[in-house]
């Protein structure tokens, strides 16, 4: 059963705390991106990677980490300086740029 | 820079009534287009897409678009609302190698 699969879904983090929210995908895609949606502000992005060992900034990428390891696998890590954490995160992969995203059900993530 | 305007982040309609939901883009290239629906606490999911072909786009659940250059629009609409298709509605441009999203229409459906 092809998809994508994001971990936990919910997630709460204390002060001071680096969290790790992880996305993982079996479409055998190139491409994989995270976005950040708060109410009414739509999607966000915060990192995007067309290929294993390789990914950019987006567009509010302060205070966010990733790593591309490999194909399947695309962690977001928010750091403590990230200050204003609170917000549903969503992780999607392609085939390649431009193609349609499949998303993941996404993590909420929480400060304690 | 590129983006998506979407008219009305809140859309009423009755059951059984035409939905419209307004969508707008800017790119100086052309661009492929997506609507794609969102259901409470859940991911995205794509509703249809137009990459230059046909410039009316059927896609899933009796919705449909139409590109049209002239406006740079492409508005999404069903003939008749169902109770099933409250949810948030986003449109998206992708002129490169990123998607760029619009913020949404919440579209209720009225008993």
């Known amino acids: 059963d092809g998809g994508i699969t994001q971990s936990p879904k919910y997630l709460f983090r204390k002060e001071g705390q680096n969290v790790t929210l992880s996305c993982e995908q079996n479409?055998?895609?190139?491409?994989m991106y995270w976005y950040r949606q708060d109410p009414g502000q739509g999607l966000r992005l915060i990192y995007y990677?067309?290929?294993?060992?390789?990914?950019q900034k987006g567009d509010i990428a302060e205070g966010y980490s990733v790593s591309r390891e490999k194909k399947e696998s695309f962690p977001l890590t928010v750091t403590s300086a990230q200050k204003n954490p609170t917000a549903f995160y969503l992780c999607?992969?392609?085939?390649?740029?431009?193609?349609?995203?499949?998303f993941g059900p996404g993590t909420r993530l929480l400060v304690l | 820079a590129q983006s998506v305007t979407q008219l009305g982040s809140h859309v009423s309609v009755s059951e059984g009534a035409l939905v419209l939901l307004r969508c707008n883009y800017s790119?100086?290239?052309?661009?492929?287009l997506f609507w794609y629906v969102q259901y409470p606490n859940q991911g995205l999911q794509l509703l249809l897409k137009?990459?230059?072909?046909?410039?009316l786009v059927k896609g899933i659940n009796g919705f449909e678009a139409e590109f049209k250059k002239s406006e740079t629009s492409f508005h999404l609409t069903k003939p008749s609302a169902h109770m099933s298709d409250a949810a948030e509605y986003f449109c998206?441009?992708?002129?490169?190698?990123?998607?760029?999203f619009g913020k949404g229409t919440r579209l209720h459906i009225l008993p």
């Open positions: 999607a992969s392609s085939m390649w740029a431009q193609e349609t995203q499949y």
């Open positions: 137009y990459t230059s072909a046909a410039t």
């Open positions: 998206a441009v992708s002129p490169d190698d990123k998607i760029i």
């Open positions: 790119s100086s290239v052309p661009p492929y």
């Open positions: 990677s067309q290929i294993v060992n390789d990914f």
């Open positions: 479409l055998n895609h190139d491409a």
